[in-house]
């Protein structure tokens, strides 16, 4: 019984041994692959949105394919130039592909005062950027419209007797395109004015949540459209400790229905899917256009999802969206009109 045992394991050994020289020969080693280097936001993740988002993107297009992935956290902008050169001359060094994804529309002005020349090799994505006449061969961009699906909101918002936007400061595409769509789409429907708050003059109105819980507690039973990122964390708050509140809140980026009682429908920007959906393109050397843009009705375009417990998990409401279909008939009623709007509004 002992030398059978000897002749099993021998042969177990052998099989085993063969098997790992099979697997290390077929697999290539690591840096091999096609590498992936993010550069994230100077916000950081933690956001339960937008950027968090984008992580999810990446990590959705790491189990597609073999590709080496890294993820950069810049404090600053010296840092995020340090980071961008130093992905230019080490995937330099090497013959694979290697691409480099900017999360700041920001990143894109330090990119071009590098002066970089991309080989065939490397590329560079600029997460949710808009289009750029002068940009360099190599260097690509998607962008998700705000204009109509912000229109949107603002004329099913139109019945709420205020509305406000809480915005983490000026000057970025996505902020000022939401503000204006909003704004425009409020004032049609309801024919008054909405009021805006900006939470400070640069990026660090995504992370100043404290500033939006005070604006709230000012804001008191309007109709918020929160577009200050990890900031309209404080929103929710303010809604989850005053739970007898008549504000209404649009939750923004993603489903936040779990976030508060007070949200009868969210903005969902699907940027995970887009850049999935863009880096599989570039992986499979099909991406062509230099510049993409979703807008409203566009497969990754924005979107609007109702919180079809609204209703039955408030603990007050008024007497215009008292019907359990409010929510859905405004939507369907205003969905096409805001299309047009968008189409109208980049031909301009």
């Known amino acids: 019984m002992r030398t059978v045992f000897k002749i099993i394991f021998g042969i177990v050994s052998i099989l085993f041994t063969s098997g790992c020289n099979r697997e290390s020969e077929e697999t290539p080693a690591k840096d091999s692959f096609p590498s992936v280097t993010y ?16 992580i999810d993107g990446l990590m959705q297009f790491n189990n597609l394919f073999k590709i080496s992935l890294s993820i950069k956290n810049p404090s600053d902008m010296d840092e995020v130039g340090a980071t961008i050169l130093d992905w230019y001359t080490s995937s330099q060094k090497s013959n694979n592909k290697s691409v480099l994804v900017l999360g700041d529309y920001m990143y894109e002005e330090c990119l071009n005062n590098l002066n970089l020349h991309l080989s065939d090799s490397q590329n560079i994505i600029i997460v949710d950027t808009p289009l750029s006449k002068n940009r360099q061969k190599g260097v690509y961009s998607f962008f998700i419209s705000r204009y109509g699906i912000s229109y949107l909101a603002g004329l099913m918002a139109g019945n709420s007797d205020q509305a406000n936007i809480i915005a983490a400061c000026q000057g970025i595409k996505s902020i000022d395109e939401s503000v204006a769509g909003f704004s425009a789409g ?3 429907a309801s024919g008054k004015e909405a ?3 900006y939470l400070d ?9 404290q500033k939006a819980y005070e604006c709230a507690k000012d804001l008191d039973g309007s109709f918020i459209y929160p577009l200050a990122g990890g900031s309209n964390n404080g929103v929710f708050r303010y809604t989850r400790e005053n739970p007898f509140t008549t504000m209404l809140v649009a939750g923004m980026d993603t489903d936040c229905s779990v976030l508060s009682t007070r949200v009868p429908f969210s903005v969902i920007i699907p940027i995970a899917h887009a850049l999935t ?8 050397n099909k991406i062509e256009t230099r510049d993409l843009a979703f807008c409203l009705g566009d497969e990754f375009g924005a979107k609007i999802m109702l919180n079809e417990s609204f209703l039955s998990n408030v603990w007050i409401w008024e007497d215009y969206y008292d019907s359990p279909d409010y929510w859905n008939n405004q939507l369907k009623k205003y969905s096409e009109e805001a299309q047009l709007i968008e189409k109208r509004y980049y031909e301009k």
Do not use: H, R
């Open 195 to 197: 009021g805006i708050v």
């Open 39 to 54: 550069v994230n936001t100077l916000s950081g993740g933690g956001d339960i949105g937008y950027t968090d988002q984008i």
């Open 201 to 209: 003059s640069d990026y660090k109105g995504f992370s100043s949540s």
């Open 277 to 284: 959906s863009v880096l599989t393109d570039w992986y499979e």
């Open 186 to 188: 409020y004032k049609q």
